[in-house]
């Protein structure tokens, strides 16, 4: 399939894209089935919540329990895969062929920028539409399976909804790649944008005279409307729609205007801003100049921008969350006392009436290991097959080092950027508890944001392992991020059976935050098996890397 540059794209990102739907509809339906005993009990239940916090997962209070667990699973799950993958289909479609330097092969054919940035739009748009229409069937396939039933849900919407929010993310991260020429600002904002707009478009509703600012977030028009029960909202599918055709359009005009790069070359601040010195300048410094001193000297300043981009991201999410909790207060104990233990594990099995339970539930849950695990899984996935891939390990390996020096300095630097997220997690929570006067010890913060740099960590070193096994990018970054998506949901929804309980503990997240660190502090013992594992996974990664022949 390479014919042409729209077939080798769709060569290269299909089997990605249905794997990942795949995975989506199985982790759907087996939570309907974990939860299938309990069923009954949720439908009553959620019937009786607050409208306005049912909404903000895009269901209403009607449904049995299988909807709404099944709804609340595609409304957060499948947006932040499938909208994942489509962020990095646009990163790579400009971005990513300029870092890998084959930009010019491309167009040393008789084709023009724009009929190339063209042909890769129409791959990612061709993918987002495959992606979402093949979750729809996968999803009636899987359920059909474990003898349950769709009910009154409307999938067919959902997946149109689906479709039109992830083409928008691959467009935001074409355009923002066009115009820079940089992969990891491309992805890192768009990562940035995907995540706070989950949080805003669910919160800001909450909170009175907000309502309305949740309408500049492309989640917002997602499920708002509520798709999966009450059908397509041509009004939202317009706004996302055009949105997109506005960022293809801007991404022509980008990467028509600009100096294309060759494989890596220049400081970022021209690449990104060349024409703006002020504002390059501080870019500059906010990227900071590349250090060759030693390998994880040399991987931490690499990774450092995405790094910025992300701790900037989880410190003044963990600020603003502290000051929300006031005005919820009241709506969160109604929803605290409406629910069981069970429901209560979709969000993190915590009391969110407290500041400890609304902290772990809003920030540290999922945006924690989201945002420093995306950045630890691509640091680990770029450690040994990036260098690989960009055919400069032989570069590394002919100075006097060992391979499994070279794995372990990878492995330090990781650990390093962990730590990094985790003390501007530390710092945004404080804030955010001082700003909002909550009773929260900064002991017990600290403890939590180490244990959640552990997780991230390990994550990594699922990534490194990949790597060092395969060599290659894609298949380390998939590593990391199936540790995390199938360690979330057998932590989530495992405990909820009683038979199935005990193999939670098989899952890096109960280790992360099963003993609630924000209400009883460190776990040193749940913290050591972390960080325990990933030693071990870096040690089979030496052995892994020691014994195969090295891709050139």
Sequence with gaps: MLATIFTKSIRDRSVAVVLSALAVALLGAGAVWIYRDVGDLIAQLVA??????????????????????????????????????AISIGTSAIAGEERDGTLGLLLANPRSRTSVLLSKTWALLVMSAVGSLFLWGAV???????????GDLTLGAMAVHLMA???????????????????????????????????AAGLLPLVNGLENVARIFPW??????????????????????????????????????????????????????????????????????????????????????????SAAAIFYTAVLVGPMFNGLSSTLGELT?????????????????????WYHAEVFSLVIPAAIGA????????????????????????????????VVSKFVALVAMATLLGFATFIGTVGGVLLGGLDLTI???????????????????????????????KTAAYSGIAVGLVGFVMYSFLPVNENLAVWAKLSPFYYYSDNLPLENGISWGYTGILFGVSLLLVGLA?????RRDIRN
Excluded at 140 to 150: D, K, P, T
Excluded at 377 to 405: F, Q
């Design 140 to 150: 009636v396939v899987a359920v059909g399976l474990v003898g349950s039933e769709i």
């Design 542 to 546: 030496s052995l892994a890397f020691e």
């Design 337 to 357: 006392s409406a629910m069981p233990d069970a429901l209560l594990r979709i969000v993190g099995g915590v009391d969110m009436s407290t500041p400890a339970g």
């Design 443 to 473: 002991m017990n913060i600290a403890g939590a944001s180490f244990q959640g740099a552990a997780l991230a960590v390990l994550l990594g070193a699922s990534a490194l392992l990949g790597g060092a096994w395969t060599g290659r990018p």
């Design 220 to 309: 917002y028009y997602f499920n708002s409307s509520k798709p999966i029960e009450t059908g397509i909202d041509l009004i939202d599918l317009s706004v996302l729609v055009g949105g997109t055709a506005l960022l293809i359009g801007g991404a022509v005009i980008g990467v028509n205007r600009r100096d294309l790069r060759a494989g890596a070359g220049g400081t970022l601040a021209e690449r990104l801003l060349k024409g703006h010195p002020k504002v390059a300048g501080y870019v500059e410094r906010m990227a900071g100049k590349p250090m060759v001193a030693n390998i994880p000297i040399k991987t931490v300043t690499d990774h450092q921008f995405a790094a910025t981009i």
């Design 375 to 406: 950045l630890t899984i691509m640091m680990g996935s770029r450690a040994l097959a990036g260098e690989e891939d960009a055919t400069t390990m032989d570069l590394l390996l002919v100075n006097p080092v060992t391979r499994s020096k070279v």
């Design 165 to 199: 929010f992830t083409m928008f993310m691959g467009g935001l991260a074409l355009f923002i790649g066009a115009w820079t020429g940089n992969a990891g600002v491309a992805s890192g904002a768009s990562v940035g944008v995907l995540i706070f707009s989950f949080l």
């Design 48 to 85: 009786g919540m607050p409208e306005t916090v049912v909404s903000a997962v895009g269901l209403s209070g009607a449904g049995t329990g299988t909807t709404f667990v099944l709804g609340e699973m595609l409304n957060l799950l499948a947006p932040m895969v499938l909208g994942g993958i």
